[in-house]
């Protein structure tokens, strides 16, 4: 059921990279010290760490991140470390089962689910300590649905368009900004022997970036939003109206998409054998690092705008961090190390490693920011609201009945099928929203 990228309810704004909204938390028992707090931290003893950080360039960065925790707060950090899909899969039964102390996970909507299941730890006096290090938005995404928090960040990352300045330039390609140039874009690259848009799917989750970003192109952010929430029929016009777009665009996305992983996608790119890549720049540009391909040759687009009502004022940019295990063994340690995590001088440290996330903590300085960073703070702070991911923003089984649909959709991008996907759909959504 928890298959996928996985997380949250949407932000409401953002402002300068840094999220602006409202809400609030409960004083609990405040036992538990550790850098980021007032009080000694916890010396001499060891958490256990589990994580899905997996892709070399991001498990690098992570161990970093808690070497420098371990420095700090003298608690050691041992990190069990499990591959993304296969760590999402086995999400419940490793909670329920013999978890370690700490987990990475995803704010707002699925952190709220195993919250609600009693699978996680409160950190409420976590949040005594570093509450005034972070918005009330990401407080917000941090809290569960009893009010409490549950949830320690850590950056956040838009997903735009990537492309290769010097494939534009020797091709002569020009950024489009309208549907209609985006349109005859890609319609020029299959012309000059190009892949347009790199694309893969056999994960799952990488398409439903594709539907949210046409959703908040032509419906807008509220209408995403209560879609999500079974709030809007999923057999809509508006969602007959998104998979239009998608049917058009599919004869420039690279063929047999449920067949390929993103980093063998991220791999035309780079070869520029394909011109575009739509997705998230924590798998597009960490890949690049990955693969040491040419960092410095990377930028990117937001998603062109289709409806003018909207432009280009939404985007999907999901927020990233950390849980403690209801069953913890050593509580008192794993919370000194989140202490230390949510301060801006734990995410500057991380992000010296992490070349292409973002930090959230207010007025976070990171001199070490490159291109793609510092672009990616511009462009999700002009944004009027960004959601965090259909399989985030939605109940988790919809979000896994939407990837199967979605993929069969990309075998078969047909006006005909997409009756028949929009008609499962909602009946899927009755059965698990009522």
């Known amino acids: 059921m928890l298959r996928g990228v996985a997380g949250a309810a949407g932000l409401a704004a953002?402002?300068?990279?840094?999220?602006?909204?409202?809400?609030?938390?409960?004083?609990?028992?405040?036992?538990?010290?550790?850098?980021?707090?007032?009080?000694k931290p916890v010396a001499g003893g060891s958490?256990?760490?589990?994580?899905?950080?997996?892709?070399?360039?991001?498990?690098?960065?992570?161990?970093?991140?808690t070497g420098a925790a371990t420095t700090s707060t003298k608690v050691n950090v041992k990190i069990n470390t499990v591959d993304h899909n296969t760590f999402?899969?086995?999400?419940?039964?490793?909670?329920?089962?013999?978890?370690?102390?700490?987990?990475?996970?995803?704010?707002?909507y699925r952190m709220q689910y195993f919250a609600a299941q009693g699978l996680a730890q409160q950190l409420d006096d976590v949040w005594d300590k570093i509450g005034g290090n972070f918005s009330d938005s990401v407080k917000k995404l941090s809290t569960g649905l009893d009010g409490h928090q549950y949830f320690v960040p850590l950056y956040n990352y838009p997903w735009v368009v990537f492309y290769n300045k010097s494939h534009f330039k020797e091709k002569g390609y020009t950024v489009p900004t309208t549907w209609d140039e985006y349109m005859a874009l890609v319609k020029k690259m299959k012309g000059d022997g190009i892949i347009p848009i790199a694309f893969a799917d056999k994960d799952g989750w990488p398409a439903l970036g594709t539907f949210d970003i046409l959703n908040l192109r032509i419906n807008g952010y509220d209408y995403h939003s209560k879609l999500m929430k079974h709030e809007i029929p999923w057999t809509d016009q508006g969602v007959n109206t998104v998979f239009q777009h998608w049917v058009e665009l599919m004869p420039y996305m690279q063929s047999g998409a449920n067949g390929r992983i993103f980093q063998d996608a991220v791999k035309t790119l780079e070869k520029k054998e394909a011109g575009m890549m739509f997705q998230g720049s924590t798998q597009v540009a960490a890949q690049y690092v990955?693969?040491?391909?040419?960092?410095?040759?990377?930028?990117?687009?937001?998603?062109?705008?289709?409806?003018?009502?909207?432009?280009?004022?939404?985007m999907d940019a999901p927020v990233d961090g950390f849980m403690l295990s209801k069953k913890a063994k050593n509580s008192d340690g794993a919370k000194a190390i989140l202490e230390y995590i949510g301060t801006g001088a734990a995410e500057a440290s991380y992000l010296k490693t992490d070349q292409w996330d973002v930090g959230l903590a207010n007025g976070l300085q990171v001199p070490s920011y490159n291109a793609i960073q510092k672009k990616s703070v511009e462009e999700i702070g002009k944004c009027k609201a960004v959601a965090q991911f259909m399989d985030r923003d939605a109940d988790p089984a919809m979000a896994t009945a939407m990837i199967s649909l979605i993929q069969n959709f990309i075998d078969e991008p047909t006006t005909s099928n997409i009756a028949s996907i929009q008609k499962k759909a909602e009946q899927q959504a009755k059965d698990i929203y009522s």
Request: hydrophobic fraction near 35%; include cysteine; aromatic fraction near 14%.
């Open 14 to 39: 953002v402002s300068g990279g840094l999220l602006t909204a409202c809400g609030g938390s409960d004083d609990k028992d405040k036992k538990t010290t550790g850098s980021g707090g007032s009080s």
């Open 47 to 65: 958490v256990t760490f589990g994580s899905n950080y997996s892709d070399p360039a991001v498990k690098a960065a992570f161990a970093a991140l």
């Open 88 to 108: 999402q899969q086995n999400i419940t039964s490793y909670l329920q089962g013999t978890p370690d102390d700490l987990f990475t996970w995803f704010a707002g």
């Open 290 to 314: 990955t693969d040491k391909a040419n960092l410095d040759d990377l930028d990117f687009f937001v998603y062109p705008a289709i409806n003018p009502k909207w432009g280009q004022d939404y």
